[in-house]
């Protein structure tokens, strides 16, 4: 399967280079316009039109190199290719699109859909989205291209305790509504999801992004039930977005052909984001912060936890704008991410002291910008991370860079 999509892939892209002087070549740039909301990242893409064939085509890429050790040993210098993702999109018809993005992650192991669906759209206020969707949990989510960022690494909390560019096959309603200088939006969707592997993974403790291994989620609820995503988001143009976001559902297979072997047990996600721009020195801040409650079986140890949270802060400022190597307009920002995940919030019932397993860090960075659709960053990051019993905290410490762009 994985070599005929990139079979298919490559013949399309030898096609359509061996016709690349018989047809026009039109660069559609990111969505500028004011009236947009972090619901809207999955068509904020720069696009590829070729003269009048009926699909678009995008991308972007990673690559890194980084230098990293904990508590004084370190693998040395690595270089990464972290992940090409490929869009296709189409308008089949007035009011009816598809999107489609391919991720290769990392390069030459795994082939993923991240995203596939159509959407209908029979008012601005509904709109039918059906494929494979990114369950919209707080912001990052959907918003997760690397060009988009000022940082090598995802935040922790999206990748390690939710699951990042978490997406499942399903069916939903969205929408929006402008009011001079407000909007609003909506999401709301039904979905495959979660698995036991939440609570019976390698990782030894609740571990959301666990359920990302399972390609079957694509085809098979565990539960039977589907999994509910919602959210809702408001915006002021010169003020601020801030969104709400929930997603909960049965997790575990609690029946078999009709027969109970177990009892439903339920997973929650409650999660906000904010995001703005401060006027005149145009300081761009965005944080998120989710909350996770799971019901545990009492035959599990304290080690899976029933409660977790975490989140991260950017703060990215603007220091320089001007024509630099030939660039128009280049741009060099300065940027600061702080993060904080706790996998076990709680306390021992035995001692009713506070279970560890919690990690913190800070990462300050400077970045170059040539254009909107690339960048060049660097970081450095120092991270502490407590285990379980609340030991000494290990020590991480290091330097990336990397170049992130869209193509």
Avoid at 45 to 59: C, E, I, M
Avoid at 143 to 148: A, C, F, R, T, V
Avoid at 246 to 267: A, H, P, S, T, V
Avoid at 308 to 330: E, H, S, T
């Amino acid at each position: 399967m994985k070599k005929s999509i990139t079979f298919l892939l490559l013949s399309f892209c030898f096609n359509a280079n061996a016709q690349i002087d018989s047809l026009l070549l039109i660069v559609q740039p990111k969505d500028t316009i004011q009236k947009s909301l972090n619901m809207d990242a999955v068509y904020n893409r720069p696009f590829v039109t070729f003269g009048k064939l009926p699909v678009s085509l995008g991308g972007y890429v990673e690559v890194n190199w980084q230098h990293i050790g904990t508590d004084g040993v370190s693998d040395g210098h690595q270089f990464q290719f972290r992940r090409m993702t490929i869009f296709v999109a189409s308008t089949i018809s007035k009011r009816i699109k598809f999107l489609s993005e391919i991720e290769f992650e990392p390069a030459e192991k795994e082939i993923a859909i991240e995203f596939a669906a159509i959407d209908m759209e029979f008012h601005p206020l509904i709109n039918l989205r059906s494929g494979i969707i990114l369950n919209p949990i707080g912001a990052f989510n959907q918003n997760h291209d690397g060009p988009k960022w000022e940082f090598t690494d995802r935040p922790i909390s999206t990748t390690q305790m939710l699951p990042a560019t978490w997406s499942n096959a399903g069916f939903g309603l969205y929408g929006k509504h402008y009011n001079k200088k407000w909007m609003f939006g909506y999401e709301l969707y039904l979905s495959g999801g979660f698995d036991n592997s939440i609570i019976d993974n390698q990782q030894n403790k609740t571990y959301l992004p666990a359920s990302k291994q399972n390609p079957e989620r694509f085809e098979e609820i565990a539960s039977g039930i589907p999994l509910f995503t919602g959210k809702i988001a408001l915006r002021h143009s010169k003020i601020a977005e801030i969104g709400l976001s929930y997603m909960g559902g049965i997790y575990n297979k609690w029946q078999d052909d009709g027969i109970l072997i177990g009892e439903k047990r339920k997973l929650d996600v409650f999660a906000i984001d904010f995001n703005t721009t401060i006027p005149k020195i145009n300081t761009f801040i965005t944080a998120e912060w989710a909350w996770v409650a799971l019901d545990v079986p009492n035959t599990y140890t304290e080690q899976y936890g029933s409660k977790q949270m975490g989140g991260f802060i950017d703060i990215v400022q603007p220091i320089l704008k001007r024509d630099i190597f030939g660039w128009k307009d280049a741009v060099i920002n300065i940027a600061l991410r702080t993060e904080y995940v706790d996998w076990n919030d709680g306390k021992f019932t035995s001692s009713n002291t506070n279970i560890g397993e919690n990690i913190w860090s800070i990462m300050p960075a400077i970045s170059f910008r040539p254009n909107s659709l690339t960048v060049l960053r660097l970081n450095y990051r120092y991270q502490q991370q407590t285990d379980i019993f609340g030991n000494l905290p290990s020590k991480t410490g290091g330097f990336s860079f990397g170049i992130s762009s869209y193509f």
